[in-house]
Each structure stands twice: as C-alpha cells, then as structure tokens.
C-alpha cells in the first residue's frame, strides 16, 4: 500500500486459459503468438490496482515451438543476443530476437 492510499496496491498476472471477469467483457483471449501473426497478440494479462506498468523485461524462460512442433525449453531473451537454435525435423534453423516488440493496452 502506498502513503495516503485507502486500498493496498498489487498486480496479478493472467495466463492463456485463466478466467477474469474483464478479459470476458472485453473479448480477449491470451494465446501463444504464432509465425502467422502479422501482428501483435495478447499472451499477458495484468490486474493493476494502484500501479500502472510502463516497462517490460521478456527475460525468460520460456518456451518456444517450431512450426514442426518441435519443443524448445530454456528459451532465455536476457542474455543479450537473439535466441537460436536448430529444428532437425524440420531442418530448419529457429531464431527469437532478443528486441521483443510489445505494447500495454488499458482495457
């Protein structure tokens, strides 16, 4: 709780498949992003009371699936280069840039 604030100060984060009665209202569904998006997608919900977010830091470890379905476990963004790997199924190479594009939406 902030000085002078009636009610204590928290944030919680929503996953893909968690129920918020404002994700409902607003029609969003979080969702993995996908090498078909041409655009950005909703993958985290944040319950914000008395704290607004203004910088995100996608460190990491996250997980990252080829269009082969091959699973890459570990991914890490904070180790200051891209993400890459190799999808022997496929043969192909798979790469996560480190320059994560991302914007907060107030719904």
């Known amino acids: 709780k902030f000085p002078g604030d009636k009610r204590q100060s928290y944030v919680k984060f929503l996953a893909p498949g968690e129920k918020h009665k404002e994700l409902e209202k ?7 992003q996908t090498a078909d ?3 950005l ?16 830091h996608p460190t990491g ?15 890490r963004l904070d180790e200051g280069d891209d993400w890459c790997d190799y999808d022997e199924k496929a043969e192909a190479s798979m790469t996560v840039g480190r ?9």
Do not use: N, Q, T
Not at 26 to 32: D, M, P, S
Not at 41 to 56: H, T, Y
Not at 61 to 74: C, I, K, R, T
């Open 26 to 32: 607003h029609k969003v569904k979080l969702r993995a």
């Open 37 to 39: 998006d041409g655009d």
């Open 41 to 56: 997608v909703p993958v985290l919900a944040m319950e914000c009371r008395g704290l607004e977010p203004i910088k995100w």
């Open 61 to 75: 470890p996250y997980e990252a699936e080829s269009e082969s379905g091959v699973v890459f476990d570990g991914v």
């Open 99 to 107: 320059e994560v594009r991302y914007e907060f939406r107030r719904l």
